[in-house]
């Protein structure tokens, strides 16, 4: 479908809708709203990276943890080590800030279940996939460079070793 047909004729579809069809209406509305984030989404992507300025940019990505896989193996130790001295010498070595999220990433399951439900958007991360969020805010050049490193780093530690 064309894009530039296809808001146009959401709202008409969401206008002319009977008001009984809550459901469906409320289906539009989404969809118009997902329409209209992805076009501003589309503008922003437009934008150069500036390397000479030597600003700070922030690249942030999600590494899942396959716990699908591998459900017996315990990742989430692994990771940390003891006292969590694994993850903070990985953070030391790559330059980056990673933190361990998603659902399975605290130790209290009781706990963990009664955050995720409260609704928190602190807590939002335990409805997700459990992941490791690796963050790093330096200059472009040297961020890339860090985030490659960051990931291959990471990677090591997601192999379970039978």
Same mark, same amino acid.
């Given at each position: 479908?064309?894009?530039?047909?296809?808001?146009?004729?959401?709202?008409?579809?969401?206008?002319?809708?009977?008001?009984?069809?809550?459901?469906?209406?409320?289906?539009?509305?989404?969809?118009?709203?997902?329409?209209?984030?992805?076009?501003?989404? !589309?503008? @922003? =992507?437009?934008?150069?990276?500036?390397?000479?300025?030597?600003?700070?940019?922030?690249?942030?990505?999600? *590494? +899942? %943890?396959?716990?699908?896989?591998?459900?017996?193996?315990?990742?989430?130790?692994?990771?940390?080590?003891?006292?969590?001295?694994?993850?903070?010498?990985?953070?030391?070595?790559?330059?980056?800030?990673?933190?361990?999220?998603?659902?399975?990433?605290?130790?209290?399951?009781? !706990?963990? @279940? =009664?955050?995720?439900?409260?609704?928190?958007?602190?807590?939002?991360?335990?409805?997700?996939?459990?992941? *490791? +969020? %690796?963050?790093?805010?330096?200059?472009?050049?040297?961020?890339?460079?860090?985030?490659?490193?960051?990931?291959?780093?990471?990677?090591?530690?997601?192999?379970?070793?039978?």
């Amino acid at each position: 479908m064309q894009s530039e047909k296809y808001l146009p004729e959401l709202m008409a579809e969401k206008d002319t809708l009977d008001s009984s069809f809550v459901h469906a209406g409320r289906l539009l509305s989404e969809e118009i709203e997902q329409f209209q984030e992805s076009d501003t989404k !589309k503008d @922003e =992507e437009k934008q150069y990276l500036d390397i000479i300025s030597n600003k700070n940019i922030k690249l942030a990505e999600r *590494v +899942l %943890i396959p716990v699908k896989q591998y459900p017996k193996f315990n990742f989430v130790g692994k990771l940390l080590g003891p006292r969590g001295n694994s993850l903070k010498r990985l953070q030391e070595e790559t330059g980056a800030k990673m933190s361990i999220l998603g659902k399975g990433s605290m130790r209290d399951k009781a !706990k963990e @279940e =009664e955050l995720r439900k409260g609704g928190e958007a602190k807590y939002a991360h335990l409805g997700d996939d459990l992941h *490791v +969020l %690796i963050e790093v805010f330096v200059p472009a050049g040297e961020a890339y460079s860090r985030m490659s490193h960051a990931l291959d780093e990471v990677k090591k530690f997601l192999v379970p070793l039978s």
